[in-house]
C-alpha cells in the first residue's frame, strides 16, 4: 500500500515532531486495509512495542 508522505509529513508537523518521534511510529487509528484514510485525523504516535501488538491483533 502506498502512502501519502505529505500526510505523513504534515501529521509530523502538527505533533510538534517533523523529524519523527524517536522510540514511536505513526500508527492509524483506523488501519488501511480496514478503509482508515491516510490523513493526519486518522495518525497517531504510537510506542513501537505498542504497534507491534496492534499490528498482530489486527
Same mark, same amino acid.
Given at each position: 500500500? /502506498?502512502?501519502?508522505? @505529505?500526510?505523513?509529513?504534515?501529521?509530523?508537523?502538527?505533533? $510538534?515532531?517533523?523529524?519523527?518521534?524517536?522510540?514511536?511510529?505513526? *500508527?492509524?487509528? /483506523?488501519?488501511?486495509?480496514? $478503509? $482508515? &484514510? *491516510? &490523513?493526519?485525523?486518522?495518525?497517531?504516535?504510537?510506542?513501537?512495542?505498542? @504497534?507491534?501488538?496492534? *499490528?498482530?491483533?489486527?
Amino acid at each position: 500500500m /502506498v502512502r501519502n508522505k @505529505a500526510a505523513v509529513y504534515q501529521f509530523k508537523k502538527q505533533t $510538534g515532531y517533523p523529524n519523527g518521534r524517536p522510540g514511536y511510529v505513526i *500508527d492509524h487509528i /483506523v488501519p488501511l486495509k480496514k $478503509g $482508515g &484514510c *491516510d &490523513c493526519p485525523e486518522n495518525m497517531q504516535w504510537q510506542t513501537i512495542k505498542e @504497534a507491534k501488538a496492534k *499490528d498482530a491483533w489486527e
